[in-house]
């Protein structure tokens, strides 16, 4: 018993400093690229049954609506970027402005 406790706590201690070391090693590449990196959260996928029945145009506008939505995310995060044009004019009424559509993004959502 005393064996296995020593193995466990000898294990354990190599992961806390290894990885304490790993973090203060790591050159700025690496860190952005863990930190940026895209993960995937899960993938709700679609059955090969749904799938069948979706129509070309439809297969097309969900690449579409995907392009779109990149775009859209893309304009803000660029500095010259014009998130407006993604926008319908109702909502370039109601957001002018870049920073507009950014805070409408990032604020609290306003209940009353």
């Known amino acids: 018993m005393f064996k296995v406790r020593v193995f466990f706590f000898g294990f354990f201690m190599l992961f806390t400093f290894a990885g304490s070391s790993l973090a203060a090693d790591t050159p700025l590449q690496s860190f952005e690229a863990s930190i940026f990196g895209i993960s995937e959260i899960s993938h709700f996928g679609l059955d090969e049954q749904r799938f069948n029945r979706l129509s070309i145009d439809q297969r097309k506008n969900i690449l579409?609506?995907?392009e779109t939505l990149l775009g859209f995310f893309k304009a803000i995060q660029n500095k010259d970027g014009k998130p407006q044009q993604y926008l319908s004019s109702a909502l370039n009424k109601?957001?002018?402005t870049k920073q507009?559509?950014?805070?409408?993004?990032?604020?609290e959502e306003q209940l009353f």
């Open 100 to 107: 507009r559509v950014v805070q409408s993004l990032v604020d």
């Open 94 to 96: 109601k957001f002018p």
């Open 64 to 66: 579409l609506a995907k």
